[in-house]
């Protein structure tokens, strides 16, 4: 798809006007909204981590191409939120202590919104006892935690086991991601589930509301 790739490319040199126009035509040629996400915003930013990585892209490029996907963001958020009738549930979605990195979060909770989910983002650096007080306050279905950094993965755990203290970790399905993060830690840490891509984590969250719904009808 040509306009996806003008995305892409718009994306990996940091200009937003020119992601939003591209997003925009794609949008007009019949590209879905959550499309747009997964197949033009997601891989781009892929690459972009994958050239800072190789030494290509340094710590402006990266923040440049963040704030372009933000201008997409922008243009997507309204047509998001259109679909669906019923909210397929509600997820409460943060990055979790010490860590800052949320371009994957980002990415995993607006194709959350696109499959008609209802996404509260607490944001990044978040604390245990934040997770806690906001699953009492919004009573989410689901929890999904991010970390980007090996030595925040922990706190992924310490956020499972305040919910556990707290009395709210049976309520919750727990899910987690993010690139260090494996299927085996999230097993490690008695989460719900473990997604690697923004797709995934749509397609698991279904899953999970789907058990959830079952243990409940079981009583
Ligand atoms: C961008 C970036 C930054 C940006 C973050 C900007 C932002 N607003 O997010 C900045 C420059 C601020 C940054 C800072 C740092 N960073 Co950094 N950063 C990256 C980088 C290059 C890309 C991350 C990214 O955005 N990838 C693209 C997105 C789309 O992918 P993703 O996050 O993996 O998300 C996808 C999946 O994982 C999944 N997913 C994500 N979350 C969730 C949640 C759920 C529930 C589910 C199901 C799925 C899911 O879906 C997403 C979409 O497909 C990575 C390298 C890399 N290749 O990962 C390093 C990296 C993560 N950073 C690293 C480091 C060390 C740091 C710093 C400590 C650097 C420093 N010395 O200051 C600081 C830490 C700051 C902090 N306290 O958090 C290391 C971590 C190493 C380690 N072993 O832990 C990495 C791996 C780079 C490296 N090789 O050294 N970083």
Same mark, same amino acid.
């Given at each position: 798809m040509d306009q996806?790739?003008?995305?892409?490319?718009?994306?990996?040199?940091?200009?937003?006007?020119?992601?939003?126009?591209?997003?925009?035509?794609?949008?007009?040629?019949?590209?879905?909204?959550?499309?747009?996400?997964?197949?033009g915003?997601?891989?781009?930013?892929?690459?972009?981590?994958?050239?800072?990585?190789?030494?290509e892209y340094f710590v402006p490029e990266l923040l440049i191409a963040a704030r372009a996907t933000k201008e997409v963001?922008?243009?997507?958020?309204?047509?998001?939120?259109?679909?669906?009738?019923?909210?397929?549930?509600?997820?409460?979605?943060?990055?979790?202590?010490?860590?800052?990195?949320?371009i994957g979060k980002n990415l995993v909770g607006m194709m959350l919104e696109?499959?008609? @989910?209802?996404?509260?983002?607490?944001?990044v650096d978040i604390p245990a006892s934040r @997770?806690?007080?906001?699953?009492?306050?919004?009573?989410?279905?689901?929890?999904?935690?991010?970390?980007?950094?090996?030595?925040?993965?922990?706190a992924m755990k310490t956020t499972l086991e305040a919910l556990d203290a707290a009395g709210l970790r049976s309520q919750v399905k727990v899910m987690v991601g993010g690139a260090p993060v494996t299927q085996r830690y999230a097993d490690s840490i008695g989460a719900d589930g473990y997604g690697d891509t923004a797709t995934a984590a749509v397609e698991l969250a279904r899953s999970l509301i789907g058990r959830q719904d079952a243990e409940a009808s079981q009583g």
């Open positions: 996806l790739s003008s995305l892409r490319e718009a994306i990996l040199i940091g200009d937003g006007g020119a992601a939003a126009r591209a997003a925009g035509e794609a949008l007009a040629a019949g590209v879905s909204p959550v499309d747009v996400i997964a197949e915003i997601s891989p781009a930013m892929g690459e972009v981590g994958q050239l800072f990585e190789e030494g963001f922008a243009i997507l958020r309204p047509l998001l939120a259109e679909t669906g009738a019923r909210p397929a549930g509600r997820v409460l979605l943060a990055t979790v202590e010490g860590d800052l990195h949320d696109g499959a008609g @989910f209802e996404v509260v983002d607490l944001g @997770f806690v007080s906001a699953v009492e306050a919004e009573r989410p279905q689901i929890v999904g935690l991010s970390a980007l950094l090996t030595t925040t993965m922990p």
